[in-house]
């Protein structure tokens, strides 16, 4: 079990050695999912002209969608974004979630209102009012 997990930890630290730039997302799909979601960003690299890693805690569904961008690739860098707006839209549109365990932050911001209905974007707000009612605590991140 040890050699496995070794192994696992191994991956996302063999994706930095490349010395592309990793833009690791941290998706959640259904089981019934993942073919579909490996299919899926195949395409996304084929289109994009970005190489696309996928790995991950397959038995809950969460996984490490990684662009490994090449900076130095002006079209890449470009794409990135598009690349990202796709790949959220589509593990939404199945039911997916767009962070599994690294949470929205500012990385995710722009994708917070298709993640989530109003009522519960309400009650966010909410929680963060009642626990920062001066607003210090990370100003103008994904609560802001």
Do not use: Y
Request: charged content about 25%; glycine content about 8%.
């Amino acid at each position: 079990m040890e050699e496995l997990w070794a192994l696992r930890r191994e991956f996302s630290f063999s994706l930095r050695d490349t010395g592309l730039t990793k833009i690791n997302e941290d998706i959640v799909v259904p089981r019934s999912r993942l073919t579909d979601l490996f299919e899926f960003a195949a395409k996304l690299q084929d289109k994009h002209g970005i190489k696309i890693a996928c790995f991950g805690h397959a038995g809950d569904g969460n996984i490490h969608v990684n662009l490994m961008l090449d900076t130095n690739i002006a079209a890449q860098v470009a794409a990135k974004e598009e690349a990202l707006d796709e790949l959220f839209t589509q593990i939404l549109a199945w039911d997916g979630v767009i962070t599994g365990e690294h949470g929205i932050g500012l990385a995710k911001k722009p994708w917070w209102s298709l993640a989530v209905s109003p009522s519960a974007d309400q009650l966010h707000k909410a929680i963060k009012r009642a626990v920062d009612p001066n607003g210090i605590l990370n100003p103008g991140k994904f609560l802001g």
